[in-house]
């Protein structure tokens, strides 16, 4: 895929998500040992810096929005503090609702690729007759 394209973006975000996925349950099978700090995924920022930092294509018009190329890529991060007396950072109430937000991103981000593909079949059935 084009690098900076909708669909490249749509693709590393998807990675990044799936990436949470497996953090978070990670960090729920950990619940119960002692001194386990929990993992996230820090792709926002990542993200963010990337789509500042580089610009793809000047726009024709002052008030046009130039596209952008992103090569943010997702990272594991470790929280190191916790509240809790055996050492470990997992609150499982947490980890089960930033589960369930990730399931619902990932849900969003696919349905925005499988809408995609959807656009690109009906252009090419379209603009065969």
Known sequence: ???GSAFS???QALDA???R???LSHNVA????PNYKRLDVEFATALCDAMRS???LAGTHERHMAPRAVEGEPGLVRQNSSARTDG???DIEYEMVQAAENSVYFAALSRQLSDKFQRL???ITEGRR
């Open 17 to 19: 998500s799936s990436l």
């Open 121 to 123: 079949r009906l252009a």
């Open 54 to 56: 580089r610009r793809t």
């Open 21 to 23: 996925s497996w953090a």
């Open 1 to 3: 895929m084009p690098q």
């Open 30 to 33: 950990n619940a119960n040992t």
């Open 9 to 11: 973006l749509l693709e």
């Open 88 to 90: 470990n950072s997992v």
